[in-house]
């Protein structure tokens, strides 16, 4: 009976072969003595130079499998005996001892050490003299056998099988696999068999109700890339939790960000939580998704497409365990007469009771800067009316400290948009169009931006309206405008008009309810 301890983690199903251009390189010299040989995967390597070279611009994530295999050549029906034989490295060197009749292994290891070159040396030896197995791999998955390859700024890596582990589970008699969150279908793709061969056993955790589970739903994702007002954003939510109590509050992010604890390296199979009574977990921690796509092909039999609904759900099964196991380090069910909190920081979908919540829930500072640019305008205007003063633009502008320019020109832009769904208050509505076809296109750029989030809804819209048309055209525009359309970027209109011009009735003609 074999016991295998978090094989979530360490039960390997796939090993990956970096190529450099160098590599690549040295694989030509070895193949041009043999021109019968070197003709047949020349094509191969003429095909990779730019892909290697950094001649051809990657993108940011580089190429997945589809992408490679579609830039080189089919190479089916070409035999790679001679070629696997010219490119077998001669690892004589590392047997020191040869010349003399008796192997390096042989030897007593007081003896073996002394015969033996430093490793320093070695391998030297071997980036000078031994050629790196890649070819023959690479010609095997393009000619459909296992395996998948992806280019990245590491190179050309090939992802093929790792079969040890699987053959060891198989051989036993008996498997007992330990993990906390691994799934018995995420398992039964590692050892390739039926997921009804597995049974589960898992241990009854008491609820004590001792942890409360809070999300914060409105920061996005909170992966390695940060726009300024998210970290401004997370610093105001971890100063909150800092001062309501510095010495049992801990953060977990991703290592770059250098907080208590990092993601994989402190969120499994540690108790360096047990005395935090609040973790904050930042960020989604998905692993790097050309790896998770090509263990998804290795244990599937096929390569995924981005929404390939199998492997989202893979790679969603993944991230759940990593924030469960996160969660498992505060050890609540050991800690029954304490009340912990989990804080977690991302808009993954969650399969567990969570309570969700706004940044702005926890404090004014983490509020999105459209929601601050709001409540700005709306304590000016209270401020304004508990002094007995009118509301005007300029006097909301001196008190809230926003440009008088952002609330006048979003405030003309979001009045006129209503006044011109009453078609009582527009006579031109039955007039030609001459440039209809034009509106007609604006129209559906707008629908697709009343998608975006507001940060980028305003701008967009600002441009539109104000660079591209002239306001004697918004009504024709605004009319070929889906209702779902209008209506949302009338609500991202709404942050920046004040609260009493939004109470006013006469501004709501009737036929907007019935729209």
Known sequence: MLIWDEPGQNFQIKQSIAVSYNDLQQTITALMPYPELFTLVQPLLVALLPLLDGSEKLGKYGLDHSDVKGRLPDMAGVKLGEIAQILTPNLGFLNTTADYGVDLADLPKQLRKKFSDRDSEMAEQAREGVIKQWLIPLIRILQGGPGCVQVSHYGLILNLPAPRHRALAHAAQANVFLDATLSREDLALKLGCSPDEIKVVCQVVPNVGN????????????????????????????????????????????????????????????????????????????????????EFAL????????????????????????????????????????????????????????????????????????????????????????????????????????????????????????????????????????????HQAIAGILDELADLPIDQLLPNLSEVFFDWLKPKEWTAVWDGVSAAGQMAILEGLALVVPVKMLEKGSLYPSPINSR
Not at 240 to 251: E, K, N, Q, V
Not at 327 to 339: C, D, F, N, Y
Request: charged letters at 30%; hydrophobic letters at 40%.
């Open 299 to 438: 244990v599937c039999g096929y390569y995924p497409l981005e929404d390939d609904p199998q492997f989202q759900e893979f790679v969603r099964r993944t991230v759940l365990a990593e924030i469960h196991q996160a969660i498992g380090r505060l050890r609540a069910h050991r800690r029954p007469g304490e009340s912990l909190r989990v804080v977690l920081i991302s808009d993954i979908e969650m399969d567990i009771p969570v309570q969700q919540i706004k940044a702005r829930d926890l404090c004014v500072e983490a509020a999105h800067k459209t929601e601050r640019v709001k409540m700005a305008i709306e304590s000016a205007i209270l401020q304004l009316q508990a002094r007995g003063e009118k509301v005007t633009q300029q006097l909301v502008s001196a008190v809230s400290g926003i440009p008088r320019g952002t609330i006048a020109r979003y405030w003309r832009l979001f009045i006129s948009l209503l006044e011109g769904m009453n078609s009582e208050m527009n006579n031109s509505r039955n007039k030609p169009d001459p440039d209809h076809e034009s």
């Open 211 to 294: 942890l409360e589970t809070i999300q914060v739903t409105d920061m996005k994702r909170m992966g390695m890339s940060r726009g300024g007002d998210q970290l401004k954003r997370l610093a105001a939510i971890v100063g909150h939790y800092r001062d309501l109590d510095a010495d049992t509050t801990g953060i977990l992010d991703f290592k770059k960000f250098n907080e208590d604890g990092a993601w994989w390296r402190d969120s499994r199979g540690v108790n360096d939580f047990l005395e935090v009574q609040t973790l904050v977990l930042v960020g989604t921690p998905c692993r790097n998704l050309f790896d998770l796509a090509a």
